[in-house]
Protein backbone atom coordinates (compact mmCIF):
# COMPACT_ATOMS: atom_id res chain seq x y z
CA UNK A 1 0.00 0.00 0.00
CA UNK A 2 1.60 3.14 -0.90
CA UNK A 3 2.02 5.52 2.11
CA UNK A 4 -0.40 8.13 2.76
CA UNK A 5 -3.56 6.20 0.83
CA UNK A 6 -6.63 6.13 3.20
CA UNK A 7 -9.03 2.66 2.13
CA UNK A 8 -11.72 4.68 3.30
CA UNK A 9 -12.02 7.26 0.49
CA UNK A 10 -10.91 5.11 -2.70
CA UNK A 11 -12.78 3.22 -4.65
CA UNK A 12 -11.08 0.88 -7.22
CA UNK A 13 -13.14 0.12 -10.91
CA UNK A 14 -11.98 -2.61 -12.81
CA UNK A 15 -13.29 -2.25 -16.47
CA UNK A 16 -14.40 -4.77 -18.64
CA UNK A 17 -10.99 -3.71 -20.95
CA UNK A 18 -8.50 -4.48 -18.14
CA UNK A 19 -7.83 -0.78 -16.78
CA UNK A 20 -7.99 -0.02 -13.36
CA UNK A 21 -9.62 2.88 -12.54
CA UNK A 22 -9.41 4.79 -8.64
CA UNK A 23 -12.18 7.10 -7.59
CA UNK A 24 -11.29 9.12 -4.29
CA UNK A 25 -15.10 8.67 -2.66
CA UNK A 26 -16.12 12.50 -1.13
CA UNK A 27 -17.21 12.48 2.27
CA UNK A 28 -19.85 13.80 4.35
CA UNK A 29 -18.15 17.26 4.96
CA UNK A 30 -17.42 17.69 1.26
CA UNK A 31 -20.67 17.04 0.24
CA UNK A 32 -22.13 19.44 2.88
CA UNK A 33 -19.92 22.25 1.87
CA UNK A 34 -21.67 21.69 -1.94
CA UNK A 35 -25.05 21.60 -0.75
CA UNK A 36 -25.07 24.52 1.13
CA UNK A 37 -23.20 26.18 -1.98
CA UNK A 38 -26.11 25.28 -4.53
CA UNK A 39 -28.55 25.89 -1.51
CA UNK A 40 -27.65 29.41 -1.34
CA UNK A 41 -27.89 29.33 -5.02
CA UNK A 42 -31.45 28.50 -4.78
CA UNK A 43 -31.93 30.92 -2.42
CA UNK A 44 -30.81 33.54 -4.45
CA UNK A 45 -32.85 32.18 -7.69
CA UNK A 46 -35.77 32.22 -5.23
CA UNK A 47 -35.63 35.82 -3.83
CA UNK A 48 -35.72 37.02 -7.38
CA UNK A 49 -38.58 35.26 -8.14
CA UNK A 50 -40.35 36.11 -4.70
CA UNK A 51 -39.33 40.17 -5.99
CA UNK A 52 -41.15 39.61 -9.31
CA UNK A 53 -44.19 37.75 -8.15
CA UNK A 54 -44.76 40.51 -5.81
CA UNK A 55 -45.53 42.55 -8.50
CA UNK A 56 -47.86 40.23 -10.38
CA UNK A 57 -50.56 39.89 -7.68
CA UNK A 58 -52.00 35.97 -7.56
CA UNK A 59 -51.08 34.90 -10.79
CA UNK A 60 -47.17 35.61 -9.40
CA UNK A 61 -47.83 33.84 -6.01
CA UNK A 62 -48.47 31.17 -8.51
CA UNK A 63 -45.57 30.84 -10.40
CA UNK A 64 -43.69 31.32 -6.80
CA UNK A 65 -44.68 28.31 -6.23
CA UNK A 66 -44.07 26.59 -9.25
CA UNK A 67 -40.53 27.97 -9.05
CA UNK A 68 -39.80 26.22 -5.83
CA UNK A 69 -41.06 23.13 -6.87
CA UNK A 70 -38.70 23.41 -9.71
CA UNK A 71 -35.88 24.79 -8.06
CA UNK A 72 -36.24 21.98 -5.12
CA UNK A 73 -36.76 19.22 -7.02
CA UNK A 74 -35.27 19.47 -10.94
CA UNK A 75 -32.06 21.94 -10.15
CA UNK A 76 -29.69 19.07 -8.96
CA UNK A 77 -31.28 16.28 -11.76
CA UNK A 78 -30.85 19.11 -14.67
CA UNK A 79 -27.13 19.96 -13.70
CA UNK A 80 -26.08 16.83 -12.80
CA UNK A 81 -26.81 15.36 -16.24
CA UNK A 82 -25.80 18.27 -18.42
CA UNK A 83 -23.02 19.26 -16.09
CA UNK A 84 -21.05 16.36 -16.11
CA UNK A 85 -22.50 14.90 -12.43
CA UNK A 86 -21.76 18.73 -11.33
CA UNK A 87 -24.50 21.22 -9.56
CA UNK A 88 -22.71 24.62 -9.38
CA UNK A 89 -22.07 23.72 -5.58
CA UNK A 90 -20.35 20.09 -6.53
CA UNK A 91 -17.92 22.43 -9.31
CA UNK A 92 -16.87 24.80 -6.70
CA UNK A 93 -15.95 21.77 -4.36
CA UNK A 94 -14.43 19.87 -6.65
CA UNK A 95 -16.82 17.15 -6.84
CA UNK A 96 -19.11 14.99 -9.18
CA UNK A 97 -21.81 12.12 -9.31
CA UNK A 98 -21.06 9.16 -11.44
CA UNK A 99 -22.05 5.52 -11.51
CA UNK A 100 -20.87 3.09 -9.74
CA UNK A 101 -19.08 2.04 -12.98
CA UNK A 102 -17.07 5.29 -13.27
CA UNK A 103 -19.66 6.47 -15.75
CA UNK A 104 -21.43 9.92 -16.07
CA UNK A 105 -24.58 9.88 -14.80
CA UNK A 106 -27.89 9.80 -16.63
CA UNK A 107 -31.55 11.10 -16.04
CA UNK A 108 -32.82 7.96 -14.25
CA UNK A 109 -30.11 7.78 -12.03
CA UNK A 110 -30.28 11.66 -11.09
CA UNK A 111 -33.71 12.08 -10.82
CA UNK A 112 -34.02 8.39 -8.62
CA UNK A 113 -31.05 9.74 -6.27
CA UNK A 114 -32.62 13.66 -5.88
CA UNK A 115 -35.95 12.19 -4.98
CA UNK A 116 -35.02 10.40 -2.69
CA UNK A 117 -33.18 13.78 -0.70
CA UNK A 118 -36.95 13.92 1.25
CA UNK A 119 -36.00 10.25 2.63
CA UNK A 120 -32.46 11.45 3.50
CA UNK A 121 -33.35 14.65 5.18
CA UNK A 122 -35.35 12.76 7.53
CA UNK A 123 -35.76 13.41 11.03
CA UNK A 124 -33.79 16.74 9.98
CA UNK A 125 -30.62 18.26 8.29
CA UNK A 126 -30.54 14.96 6.09
CA UNK A 127 -29.87 12.95 9.40
CA UNK A 128 -30.72 9.58 7.77
CA UNK A 129 -28.18 10.20 5.07
CA UNK A 130 -25.52 11.21 7.48
CA UNK A 131 -26.08 7.73 9.27
CA UNK A 132 -26.45 6.01 5.86
CA UNK A 133 -23.03 7.10 4.41
CA UNK A 134 -21.31 6.47 7.66
CA UNK A 135 -22.85 2.34 7.48
CA UNK A 136 -20.86 1.78 3.78
CA UNK A 137 -17.37 2.50 2.58
CA UNK A 138 -18.34 4.50 0.04
CA UNK A 139 -20.22 7.09 1.94
CA UNK A 140 -23.74 6.62 -0.39
CA UNK A 141 -27.00 8.02 1.28
CA UNK A 142 -29.74 6.58 0.41
CA UNK A 143 -30.16 7.98 -2.74
CA UNK A 144 -27.10 7.06 -3.98
CA UNK A 145 -27.69 3.63 -2.95
CA UNK A 146 -31.03 3.20 -4.96
CA UNK A 147 -29.41 5.10 -8.02
CA UNK A 148 -26.23 3.36 -8.16
CA UNK A 149 -24.05 6.50 -8.05
CA UNK A 150 -21.09 8.16 -6.06
CA UNK A 151 -20.11 11.47 -5.39
CA UNK A 152 -16.38 11.35 -5.81
CA UNK A 153 -13.73 14.40 -6.16
CA UNK A 154 -12.69 15.13 -9.64
CA UNK A 155 -9.47 17.03 -10.31
CA UNK A 156 -8.92 18.90 -13.64
CA UNK A 157 -6.02 16.74 -16.04
CA UNK A 158 -3.21 18.63 -17.52
CA UNK A 159 -2.59 18.05 -21.25
CA UNK A 160 0.70 18.62 -23.59
CA UNK A 161 -0.17 21.87 -25.52
CA UNK A 162 0.13 21.54 -29.25
CA UNK A 163 3.52 21.09 -30.72
CA UNK A 164 5.04 20.43 -27.33
CA UNK A 165 6.80 17.00 -27.38
CA UNK A 166 6.11 16.34 -31.06
CA UNK A 167 7.28 12.85 -31.75
CA UNK A 168 5.40 12.62 -35.25
CA UNK A 169 2.70 10.47 -36.50
CA UNK A 170 2.19 7.02 -37.07
CA UNK A 171 -0.37 4.91 -38.83
CA UNK A 172 -1.28 2.73 -36.51
CA UNK A 173 -0.62 -1.62 -37.51
CA UNK A 174 -4.20 -2.29 -38.34
CA UNK A 175 -7.94 -0.74 -37.73
CA UNK A 176 -9.02 0.97 -34.26
CA UNK A 177 -12.46 0.86 -32.94
CA UNK A 178 -13.73 4.10 -32.09
CA UNK A 179 -13.14 3.67 -28.49
CA UNK A 180 -9.55 2.32 -29.52
CA UNK A 181 -9.25 5.66 -30.88
CA UNK A 182 -10.83 7.58 -27.86
CA UNK A 183 -8.29 5.59 -25.53
CA UNK A 184 -5.06 5.89 -27.50
CA UNK A 185 -5.79 10.27 -28.37
CA UNK A 186 -6.42 10.00 -24.64
CA UNK A 187 -3.92 8.64 -23.49
CA UNK A 188 -1.31 10.87 -26.15
CA UNK A 189 -2.98 13.82 -24.38
CA UNK A 190 -2.55 12.71 -20.98
CA UNK A 191 0.69 10.78 -20.72
CA UNK A 192 1.97 14.29 -19.05
CA UNK A 193 0.11 14.16 -15.78
CA UNK A 194 0.99 10.22 -15.39
CA UNK A 195 3.71 9.13 -13.46
CA UNK A 196 6.61 6.93 -15.46
CA UNK A 197 5.28 3.80 -14.11
CA UNK A 198 1.51 4.04 -14.90
CA UNK A 199 2.39 5.47 -18.38
CA UNK A 200 4.62 2.20 -18.93
CA UNK A 201 1.90 0.34 -17.23
CA UNK A 202 -0.76 1.60 -19.74
CA UNK A 203 1.79 1.51 -22.80
CA UNK A 204 2.41 -2.15 -21.85
CA UNK A 205 -1.59 -2.69 -21.63
CA UNK A 206 -1.50 -1.79 -25.13
CA UNK A 207 -0.79 -4.91 -26.36
CA UNK A 208 -0.73 -5.51 -30.34
CA UNK A 209 0.16 -1.39 -30.81
CA UNK A 210 2.73 -1.88 -28.16
CA UNK A 211 4.01 -5.50 -29.53
CA UNK A 212 7.53 -6.09 -29.41
CA UNK A 213 8.31 -2.52 -27.47
CA UNK A 214 8.52 -1.81 -24.04
CA UNK A 215 9.13 0.97 -21.55
CA UNK A 216 9.57 4.10 -23.83
CA UNK A 217 9.82 2.37 -27.00
CA UNK A 218 6.27 1.64 -26.41
CA UNK A 219 5.37 4.76 -24.98
CA UNK A 220 6.31 6.65 -27.97
CA UNK A 221 4.65 4.42 -30.46
CA UNK A 222 1.36 5.16 -28.76
CA UNK A 223 2.00 9.06 -29.06
CA UNK A 224 2.58 8.60 -32.45
CA UNK A 225 -0.54 7.09 -33.02
CA UNK A 226 -2.26 9.07 -31.33
CA UNK A 227 -0.65 12.00 -33.08
CA UNK A 228 -2.02 10.42 -36.07
CA UNK A 229 -5.23 9.91 -35.28
CA UNK A 230 -5.65 13.91 -34.84
CA UNK A 231 -4.50 14.06 -38.13
CA UNK A 232 -0.58 14.88 -38.07
CA UNK A 233 2.14 12.85 -40.30
CA UNK A 234 5.27 11.52 -39.98
CA UNK A 235 7.98 14.31 -39.77
Not at 11 to 36: M, N, Q
Not at 122 to 130: K, Q, S
Not at 144 to 151: N, P, S
Amino acid sequence: MMAGERLDTIYHIATPEGCAIDLRVAGPVARARAWFLDFLVRLMIWLLLAISASMLGDFGLGLLLLGAFLLEWFYPVVFEVYGHGQTPGKRSCGLAVVHDDGRPVGWTAAFIRNTLRGIDFLPLLYATGFVSSLLNAQGKRLGDLAAGTLVVHVTSVSRLPAGEGDVGGEAPPFALTRDEQIAVIEFSQRVAALTPERAAELAAAAGPLTAGLDGEAAQQRLLRIGNFLLGKRAL
